[in-house]
């Protein structure tokens, strides 16, 4: 499979290399350099739409940041490519970090709102500073010179073509890395991405940068293929082609950018013609028909899902034989087709071809193609901690108040290290709150408390987390998208220090934490009884096998407390006695742990110390049994079950 990829890859670069030598016409090279120029626009893009699952239409913005910052430095200062391009991505990763900032704060449609706002400020910005821009007049500008040779067209597409399979390639093993993963955390649970040690701040801020910065490399090839920029190049329209042809083409892949872009750019000029809008059309129905056929024959689709794609398909075709001419259709066509696709393939082209023909989205990680004998001996993934004795946290005089309401009300806690601590109560009675108030997920609004002697009050979640703080949810959080595997190497990223360097050039530092972690993310499997499940999708895991998953995630954060919000709800009674034991052997490695749980025989036969809260507020504490004879606790019980 490996090899098939790489033969493909090579014939593909190969093609576009020679693609100006087999043919001559200017038009099309220059059409097929637009295609590549968007292409690296869009991978940059699929990483803030496709991976963290923002939307930005703010890019065709930074698009003309990067092409006028090409074009003002050779207009004004006749600098070199070799200025001008890395130039353009520094700025323009610049103003990425700019409208990252509206992300932090709002999601959804205000984001696309406020980053629609942005690219119409730098619309409006570059046609007013004319004393840097040349305002609406727009620059002119020549082909670059490269080591003192003046570039023809067809030099400038070579040029064109490498950077843009360089672009691929870096943009690929960035998602393929644990910033990739990151990235992809941040759209499978932000909460839980905290949690893990990821910070949402942080990585949103990077995937915007590092967008943006394809995004600005790509505006300043531009400005060099086109010889001219002018303001009204980077308007609206192409703000929404941009993220049109991310959703067409396929979110999540590469080759789905390619795919985009080749539609932005060349579906306006198919529909001026009918001859080549006829022959495409027609091509294009026996090609979904094709794929339907072999999907359904290989049973990964079924004829109701096939029909509407292949119906549109085959209508599109029979309308083009049917219209005389493109001119007055054009928009319509255009429109509909759009339409089509967003609405029936929402996973894109490309996710609707894999799909049917039953390709899998995701090789496996790049370490687990090595040989396993020289790895690192991880036993179970888990380092010993020294369990020691004495105070791990201590909370005291916890308040935390929702409005009027008191969901814990002057909380004391204290937990002894290397013990089992219960939090039980009725529903509602507080002890998700305490989980939230432990992690940082909410500040107390009065009350200390110290983790390890040091305060955790007011710290970030990320931040809890790494100083050893984990947890589960008792909504199940996982990564849906991502892998078991993945979700574990998420909890494993405090693990990396690679940075963008040695990401992209796959330097040892890189591949050694790469293959160190994906050893420890099986052997973290292997220790809940997950590893036959590690390349499954999260989401497609049973509701059992999700609960042990997210143990095995906090736990790849090494952990001193374990936070567990009720790890049986849901799970049936062989799964809970299994559950039982996986807590059994987390304690065994010194892991302190505090257990909220309703299942009163788990609760008693595993805890040292249980706590009990009611309406927020502590009522009876000590021993299993002791507890449960206290005559509150019953009261609260009973009374909690009668209403
Ligand atoms: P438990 O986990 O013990 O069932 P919780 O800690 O989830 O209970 O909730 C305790 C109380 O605090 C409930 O009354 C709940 O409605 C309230 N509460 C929890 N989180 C919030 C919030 N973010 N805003 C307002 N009220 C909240
Ligand atoms: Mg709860």
Redesign the pocket.
């Known amino acids: 499979m490996k090899r098939n990829h790489l033969l493909l890859a090579i014939v593909g670069v190969a093609a576009l290399l020679l693609f100006p030598v087999g043919i001559h016409n200017p038009y099309y090279i220059h059409l097929l350099e637009t295609i590549m120029i968007y292409a690296i626009v869009l991978f940059g893009l699929d990483i803030v739409v496709g991976y963290t699952g923002q939307v930005s239409l703010g890019h065709a913005g930074l698009f003309g940041i990067g092409a006028y910052t090409a074009g003002v430095l050779v207009f004004k200062l006749a600098a070199p490519l070799w200025i001008t391009l890395p130039a353009a991505v520094l700025i323009t990763a610049g103003f990425g970090a700019l409208l990252a900032l509206p992300a932090l704060r709002v999601s959804g449609p205000y984001l696309a709102m406020v980053t629609l706002a942005f690219g119409t400020i730098i619309q409006i910005l570059i046609n007013e500073m004319s004393f840097l821009t040349e305002g609406p007049l727009g620059i002119k500008l020549e082909k670059p010179s490269l080591f003192g040779h003046k570039l023809d067209d067809r030099e400038f597409y070579w040029l064109v073509v490498v950077l843009m399979v360089l672009a691929l390639v870096v943009v690929h093993r960035i998602l393929r890395s644990h910033l990739g993963r990151a990235f992809e955390a941040l759209r499978g649970s932000p909460v839980a991405s905290d949690c893990m040690g990821v910070s949402v701040y942080r990585y949103k801020v990077y995937a915007f940068v590092i967008s943006a910065g394809f995004a600005g490399l790509a505006g300043s090839l531009y400005a060099y293929s086109e010889q001219y920029i002018s303001p009204n190049s980077y308007n609206f329209e192409l703000t929404v082609l941009f993220l049109l042809a991310v959703i067409m083409g396929g979110r999540k892949s590469r080759i789905g950018s390619l795919v985009g872009a080749a539609i932005i750019v060349l579906l306006p000029k198919l529909l001026d013609d009918i001859e080549m809008f006829r022959y495409v059309s027609v091509g294009l129905a026996l090609l979904v028909a094709l794929t339907a056929v072999i999907g359904i024959q290989k049973g990964r689709a079924t004829w109701q899902q096939m029909a509407i794609p292949v119906v549109g398909s085959v209508a599109l075709a029979a309308l083009s034989f049917w219209l005389k001419t493109m001119t007055d259709w054009r928009l319509s066509i255009f429109g509909v087709i759009m339409l089509f696709v967003v609405y029936y393939l929402q996973d894109g082209i490309v996710g609707f071809v894999r799909n049917a023909l039953n390709l899998k989205s995701r090789p496996t990680d790049d370490a687990e193609n090595e040989d396993p004998s020289h790895l690192p001996s991880v036993s179970d993934g888990m380092s010993v901690t020294q369990a020691g004795t004495g105070e791990l946290l201590n909370a005291n005089g916890v308040l935390m108040q929702?409005?009027g309401?008191k969901?814990l009300n002057n909380v004391d806690l204290s937990i002894r290290r290397g013990t089992i601590h219960g939090l039980i109560?009725p529903?509602?009675?507080?002890?998700?709150?305490?989980m939230n108030v432990l992690t940082g997920i909410y500040v107390p609004t009065a009350g200390t408390i110290l983790f390890a002697g040091k305060s955790v009050v007011g710290r970030s979640s990320s931040d809890i987390a790494l100083s050893g703080i984990a947890r589960t949810f008792?909504n199940v959080q996982l990564f849906g998208e991502m892998t078991a595997l993945q979700n574990v190497m998420v909890g494993l990223h405090h693990t990396f220090d690679s940075n963008l360097v040695d990401v992209s050039l796959h330097l040892p530092r890189y591949k050694r934490e790469n293959l160190q972690a994906t050893a420890r993310g099986m052997a973290l499997l292997r220790f809940v009884g997950l590893a036959p499940l590690a390349h499954e999708e999260a989401r497609n895991l049973p509701y059992g096998k999700q609960r042990v998953l997210e143990i095995a995630r906090a736990l790849a954060l090494d952990p001193q407390l374990l936070l567990l919000d009720e790890p049986a709800a849901g799970l049936t009674a062989p799964d809970i006695k299994e559950l039982i034991s996986i807590i059994r052997k987390i304690r065994e490695h010194g892991v302190t742990v505090i257990l909220?749980e309703h299942h009163m025989d788990v609760v008693m036969s595993m805890c040292d110390t249980v706590t009990v809260?009611d309406f927020?507020q502590k009522i009876a504490e000590g021993e299993p049994a002791k507890v449960q004879a206290d005559e509150k606790v019953i009261e609260a019980y009973l009374g909690g079950t009668a209403t």
């Not at 529903?427 to 305490?434: E, H, I, R, V, Y």
């Open positions: 929702f409005g309401l969901a109560g529903n509602g009675s507080g002890k998700s709150t305490m008792q909220i809260l927020g």
